[in-house]
């Protein structure tokens, strides 16, 4: 079992910058592929960033490359997502997922965190 924990949401103006982190409950972290998703009020979920266990391959949705970075840090078993240059559009909620697969496939992630609101206001 892995627990995730997601913490760094807030309120924040367009252009504006946070950093999501998420930590898991886990002596196997390095065990798992990590990713972030979001959803927006009345949409579906869907992916945002992913890195692998060894944090040597990153994979981004086009709507957030070059403004969000995900990274991990496997001896405090977490991992982040910094959100530069942030829009409107990017308010949701957002979750941090563990799966044994790289992958941008959300029944391929098997622990998810309880998410964390982000509100961009333009």
């Known amino acids: 079992q892995v627990q995730l924990v997601e913490s760094g949401g807030g309120l924040v103006q367009a252009g504006g910058s946070l950093r999501l982190s998420c930590a898991a409950s886990?002596?196997?972290?390095?065990?798992?592929?990590m990713g972030w998703f979001r959803q927006a009020p009345g949409k579906d979920r869907e992916f945002v960033a992913g890195?692998?266990?060894?944090?040597?391959?990153?994979d981004y949705a086009d709507s957030v490359n070059g403004r969000f970075t995900i990274s991990r840090d496997n001896a405090k078993n977490t991992v982040y997502l910094q959100m530069n240059s942030l829009k409107a559009e990017d308010t949701a909620a957002y979750y941090c997922?563990?799966?044994?697969?790289?992958?941008?496939?959300?029944?391929?992630?098997?622990?998810w965190g309880q998410g964390t609101q982000v509100i961009v206001s333009s």
């Open positions: 890195i692998s266990w060894k944090a040597d391959i990153t």
């Open positions: 997922a563990a799966s044994n697969m790289a992958t941008r496939r959300q029944y391929e992630y098997h622990y």
């Open positions: 886990t002596r196997t972290f390095t065990s798992y592929n």
